[in-house]
Each structure stands twice: as C-alpha cells, then as structure tokens.
Antibody, heavy 116, light 107 residues
Framework: EVQLVESGGGLVKPGGSLRLSCAAS????????MSWVRQAPGKGLEWVGR??????????DYAAPVKGRFTISRDDSKNTLYLQMDTLKTEDTAVYYC???????WGQGTLVTVSS | DIQMTQSPSSLSASVGDRVTITCRAS??????SNWFQQKPGKVPKLLIYGTSTLQSGVPSRFSGSGSGTDFTLTISSLQPEDFATYYC?????????FGQGTKLEIK
C-alpha cells in the first residue's frame, strides 16, 4: 500500500520561505514521478508541479502562479519528495498535498498559512 | 495553459438519480482527462483516468466518456455516499490543470 506523509507546513510571513517534505513508502520511489497539488481554504484543487524520475530525466514542470518561486526536488536515497517555497504570498495559503505522478495516491496534506 | 471548464458548478439531485457532469478543455487533450471525488475534510480520490478507465475499487455506477475537448462523468444511480465535489483534470500537457469543481448536493 502506498503511503505518502507530508510535513513542514506552518505559519510564515509574506516574503518568507518554507520547505515541505513528503516521505513515501510502498512504492518504488526511484521510478516514480511525483506531484504537488494544493487547495486554498474553501477553494478547488490546483496543480502545483511535478518531478519526473531521474531515469526519465528528473525534470520539473510548474503551474504559472508558482513558477520561479517554488522548486520541487527529490532524494531517492531517502524516498522523499520536497517542495521549496520562496517569496511566499498570502495567496499561497493552502493545504499542500503530495501525490504520485498521475495523482493515483495522495498524502493527507499539510497546511501552509502565509500571513503577517 | 489549457483551461478546464466544468458545468454545472453545483447540482442538487436525489438518491437513485442519473447525474452527468461535463468538462470542456480549451484545446484538444485527446483522451487525457481524469475525474476526482472529494468529500468534505477528506483527501481527493481518483475515480477515472484516461477518460473512461475506472480506478480500482470504484463502483461501476461511475462512468466517463468523451474525447478532444468535451468530457463527461456520469453516475448512473446516485447513492448517499456519492454526494461530494467532483473535479476534472487534464493530463495532456503540463501544467495539468483542474476544473473548478462541481458540488453535488442532496435534493
């Protein structure tokens, strides 16, 4: 059974940074494409970005609102996915979900609040 | 970026009703459409991928169809546990955008 556990959420001031982690188990992580999806309070789902497996190039793609501010990376030796969020804005406030590449499996999410 | 437009944004229906939710892509996405269900306070769940393939464990009353720009999710006979918000998504070209959601409520 695939398990994805996010951590690292919390309260941060506008302009600040935060790094989310997603610990994965129950899958061959080194071969997995992984994604981040977010959901602002009371709003719909928003795809944030994706990272391919290193064997498929390890490249990343991002949604326009986060491109240039967010960076997705992975540590295959730790079965862990990361989301580095810089220059945070109030509109980045959301629950952030880690998911397998095609969104078949999801973590429980971690809340990020950007507020002064 | 490809825009996904769902309709309706909300829908009231009764147990046993047949319900259809539609999703239109701003350009052709072939058959790279997916549907998700989300219940209040819960994690989204993949129902259908590749337009019409049911994810393992999803009841057969759910079905998907379409191609190109127009897609539908149909629930053949609504059950109490089906009242939720449904989202379409395109996985044709990144960014893999979602529709705005359809909230299915009990009449």
């Amino acid at each position: 059974e695939v398990q994805l556990v996010e951590s690292g959420g919390g309260l941060v001031k506008p302009g600040g940074s935060l790094r989310l982690s997603c610990a994965a188990s129950g899958l061959t992580f080194i071969n997995a494409w992984m994604s981040w999806v977010r959901q602002a309070p009371g709003k719909g789902l928003e795809w944030v970005g994706r990272i391919k497996s290193k064997s498929d190039g390890g490249t990343t793609d991002y949604a326009a609102p986060v491109k240039g501010r967010f960076t997705i990376s992975r540590d295959d030796s730790k079965n862990t996915l990361y989301l580095q969020m810089d220059t945070l804005k109030t509109e980045d406030t959301a629950v952030y979900y880690c998911a397998t590449g095609a969104l078949w499996d999801w973590g429980q999410g971690t809340l990020v609040t950007v507020s002064s | 970026d490809i825009q996904m437009t769902q309709s309706p944004s909300s829908l009231s229906a009764s147990v046993g009703d047949r319900v259809t939710i539609t999703c239109r892509a701003s350009q052709s996405i072939s058959r790279y459409s997916n549907w998700f269900q989300q219940k209040p306070g819960k994690v989204p769940k993949l129902l259908i991928y590749g337009t019409s393939t049911l994810q393992s464990g999803v009841p057969s009353r759910f079905s998907g169809s379409g191609s190109g720009t127009d897609f539908t999710l149909t629930i053949s006979s609504l059950q109490p546990e089906d009242f939720a918000t449904y989202y379409c998504q395109q996985s044709y070209s990144p960014p893999y955008t979602f529709g705005q959601g359809t909230k299915l409520e009990i009449k």
